[in-house]
């Protein structure tokens, strides 16, 4: 089960390693948009050169987090200070801040999205249909590119359906695994 960049990174171990994977859930997932200019505004602007030292300052990066929070809850209600603060205290840590903007400035792919196709386990795709981060017509270019591949849509939902709709999503994979 891989979601956003974790699904990027199933994918392709899906792909290279095909006999230790007997299904693959992929959940909002990277591996068609991992070019820098097909990410996400946000992840493309703390990527750029120098917005590690910008990240280092606490009240731009906890208004940074707050941001990226609003872009991938589709309800705002559930980007609360608490919530913030919980997503804040990893990048808090010396030096993350320069390793994500590291992260995000490289243009590393995996191989995708041309392994995609060479995934042969049975696959779930679920998608959001309030995804701001990752189109919901990058799950039907995973079903068109997975032979065993069928899509699961969660509604009222953004980028990170494990948050915003757990139940809906538990449920999905209890079906399927």
């Known amino acids: 089960v891989g979601h956003s960049l974790g699904g990027?990174?199933?994918?392709?171990?899906?792909?290279?390693?095909?006999?230790?994977?007997?299904?693959?859930?992929?959940?909002?997932?990277?591996?068609?948009?991992?070019?820098?200019?097909?990410?996400?505004?946000?992840?493309?602007?703390?990527?750029?050169?120098?917005?590690?030292?910008?990240?280092?300052?606490?009240?731009?990066r906890r208004r940074v987090v707050a941001l990226g929070l609003r872009q991938v809850f589709h309800d705002d209600g559930r980007v609360t200070p608490e919530r913030v603060e919980e997503y804040l205290a990893p990048l808090a840590r010396p030096g993350a801040a320069r390793f994500l903007s590291r992260l995000l400035g490289q243009a590393t792919a995996m191989g995708l999205p041309e392994a995609i196709g060479r995934v042969r386990a049975p696959t779930l795709v679920v998608w959001c249909a309030q995804d701001e981060w990752v189109p919901i017509a990058d799950a039907d270019r995973f079903v068109a590119a997975i032979p065993a591949a069928r899509k699961a849509v969660i509604e009222a939902c953004g980028h990170v359906p494990q948050e915003e709709r757990p139940q809906e999503l538990v449920a999905l994979l209890r079906e399927f695994l």
């Open 8 to 60: 990027a990174v199933a994918s392709a171990f899906a792909a290279a390693e095909p006999h230790r994977v007997a299904r693959l859930v992929l959940i909002d997932s990277a591996g068609f948009n991992l070019e820098p200019e097909d990410r996400p505004w946000l992840l493309r602007v703390a990527g750029s050169p120098g917005a590690s030292a910008v990240l280092e300052n606490l009240p731009v």
